[in-house]
């Protein structure tokens, strides 16, 4: 009896543990909550669950309330002590005259004495609330709300404040139009990136990393997904499927998440802000702004000092490199002293139908010359903003990833800036990945990899679990790691659904080791009606071939030859045909309308 008694006890034990073991292996990190608001709000009248706020207002859901008289909502956090907060906020009075009173205040519930943090009195208000605080069990939170009026309000995020040296931190850097080539590139023996040159020795340097696409929107899309273009089909009246998984969705589990982007076709229209607790559009970061890359990395270090977060992922989005080229004069300077221009456009910009046509080797040379110096621009910048990292001691515990959906053409190939192309000046892109405690350091790899392998790639060092089979990048730890396989996965680029317009032929790229194939589809009358008055695109045969190690410049293709297709293509180009005829026949790219003010941006950087 005994025996049975002992035997059970040990049983039950042992599963009690193991139950134990299993909750700790799959909890949502305990520095951070996402607090719901919905049992605070279900009692209250005028109250509406927001799944689809407007495209201005940064967050994925959230609560509007007409607020009538006073609105007071009470929240208890888990945390004790030291502790943060962070949320979403718009609301705008009935009148012009009339003003809503807004407080954020901790209330002793046994003493009834209150500690504001918070406090703003006006008819319009749009911004991100973080606000650090102590607060013991007798403490909550209160959001009082008084006045006449519309409020929207996100879900707030409560974070535990915990030593610098215990904070784990991802910085994704996405630089707009950044040419692979660009980076370590020396004028008059001086490097255009000194301080990515720098950056490069603490990480691991991808030297041939190349975009899923030949512009901003699909080719993003594919790097949160981890699709090619033509497996997720997002274009300018597409977006991507409510079943699609982001990058931000999995790093989620783990990281408070928020952005800072240069809007446009980065917007959340399209679905790239799934995932984030906070997506801002940081206009700073736009096309317009010579400082734009400095206003982002400012806004950014703000944001760190205001919040520290505990766990946080930081997406950063820039068109500093973007055109129109309008790089500070101190950095122009330092390519041409006496420069035939200040600032310019592309050839191309807001007119496709100007993309192939020539031009002197001045403007040539002139349009390089602001581009590089764009490049300067930002590299100096992103210097700074590691320099502050280091000063924050936050550099040392964190993951940064510097990479771009895209590179610019100078005519290279008969052609101006980029979408309508797939030869390397447009794709090869740079990807540079630090990890905590600088491991990997100064590691370089040279196989050809793609911007759709990032995120399986950081949801294995981040131990988080995902299905291989349901994305096309791969992750490439075991790369990093030395474990190299014998041969490296096919790596693909496309304009196919995802075409900026619709005059720009559909093709495709397959990379597999040193062979690179284009398949061009035929040029049609319309592309011909289209580029006729200012010129045609450049005639390239239906197959291209290039050895991209021994030919960098793509000059001789190699299918002239002998017009034989490797065989480890074959397969590759009948499956991407299959799927390319399939969303044609599915209607998948069938038009939508877009609005007027999406649209005006969209031709301030040429892309209609």
Not at 6 to 30: A, E, G, H, P
Not at 121 to 131: L, Q, V
Not at 224 to 235: A, I, K
Not at 473 to 491: A, C, D, E, F
Request: hydrophobic fraction near 35%.
């Amino acid at each position: 009896m005994r025996k049975t008694l002992y035997l059970n006890f040990v049983i039950s034990l042992f599963l009690i543990l193991l139950f134990l073991f299993t909750l700790s292996c799959n909890k949502v990190d305990s520095n951070f909550h996402r607090y719901d608001l919905s049992k605070e709000l279900k009692s209250s009248k005028g109250v509406k669950l927001v799944n689809k706020p407007s495209k201005n207002i940064p967050v994925n859901t959230g609560y509007r309330l007409n607020l009538k008289g006073t609105k007071i909502i009470r929240l208890k956090t888990k945390f004790k002590k030291k502790a943060g907060i962070l949320f979403y906020m718009n609301f705008t009075g009935l009148y012009k005259n009339s003003l809503i009173e807004f407080e954020l205040y901790k209330r002793n519930k046994k003493k009834r004495n209150k500690e504001r943090l918070h406090y703003v009195k006006t008819n319009h208000f749009d911004s991100e609330i973080i606000e650090k605080f102590n607060i013991t069990n007798q403490e909550e939170i209160i959001l009082k709300f008084k006045g006449t009026g519309k409020v929207f309000i996100s879900n707030p995020v409560f974070f535990k404040l915990v030593d610098k040296n215990k904070r784990n931190n991802v910085f994704i850097v996405a630089v707009d139009t950044f040419r692979g080539d660009m980076l370590s590139k020396k004028i008059n023996g001086i490097s255009l990136t000194p301080n990515m040159d720098v950056f490069k020795k603490d990480s691991v340097y991808f030297s041939n990393c190349i975009a899923p696409s030949s512009w901003t929107l699909p080719s993003f899309v594919s790097f949160f997904t981890s699709l090619n273009e033509f497996n997720h089909n997002v274009g300018i009246k597409t977006v991507l499927n409510t079943r699609t998984k982001s990058l931000i969705e999995y790093l989620s589990q783990k990281y408070i998440t928020l952005a800072f982007h240069g809007g446009i076709v980065l917007s959340k229209r399209w679905g790239h802000s799934r995932g984030f607790d906070l997506y801002e559009e940081f206009k700073f970061a736009g096309p317009l702004y010579p400082y734009g890359g400095k206003s982002l990395f400012e806004k950014a270090l703000d944001t760190l000092k205001r919040g520290d977060f505990p766990n946080l992922l930081l997406f950063l989005h820039t068109y500093q490199i973007h055109d129109p080229y309008t790089p500070p004069k101190e950095f122009l300077n330092l390519i041409n002293k006496e420069p035939l221009r200040d600032k310019a456009d592309t050839i191309n910009s807001a007119k496709p139908q100007c993309t192939f046509l020539k031009t002197d080797k001045k403007t040539k040379k002139s349009l390089r010359e602001l581009y590089q110096a764009e490049i300067i621009a930002f590299d100096s910048f992103f210097g700074t903003f590691i320099k502050k990292l280091k000063e924050m001691k936050l550099y040392n515990s964190s993951t940064i990833v510097i990479m771009s959906d895209h590179g610019e053409e100078f005519f290279e190939h008969g052609g101006w800036a980029h979408s309508h192309s797939l030869y390397q000046e447009i794709i090869r892109v740079p990807f540079i990945i630090k990890f905590p405690a600088n491991k990997f350091m100064n590691t370089s790899i040279a196989r050809v990899v793609s911007t759709t392998d990032i995120l399986p790639t950081l949801l294995e060092y981040e131990q988080i679990e995902f299905l291989p089979k349901k994305i096309d990048g791969h992750s490439l730890m075991n790369l990093i790691r030395n474990k190299n396989p014998q041969t490296g996965n096919p790596v693909i680029s496309a304009m196919t659904g995802s075409r900026y317009i619709d005059a720009i032929p559909k093709k495709f790229a397959i990379i597999i080791d040193n062979l690179k194939l284009i398949y061009n589809y035929k040029i049609s009358q319309k592309t011909i009606k289209f580029f006729e008055k200012y010129g045609l695109p450049p005639k390239v045969e239906k197959i291209e071939i290039y050895n991209i190690v021994k030919d960098p410049n793509e000059t001789i293709n190699l299918y002239k030859k002998d017009h034989k297709i490797p065989s480890k293509f074959r397969s590759y180009i009948k499956k991407i045909k299959r799927r390319i005829n399939r969303n044609k026949l599915n209607g998948i790219n069938s038009k939508k309308q877009i609005d007027k003010e999406v649209e005006k941006q969209l031709k301030t950087i040429g892309y209609i």
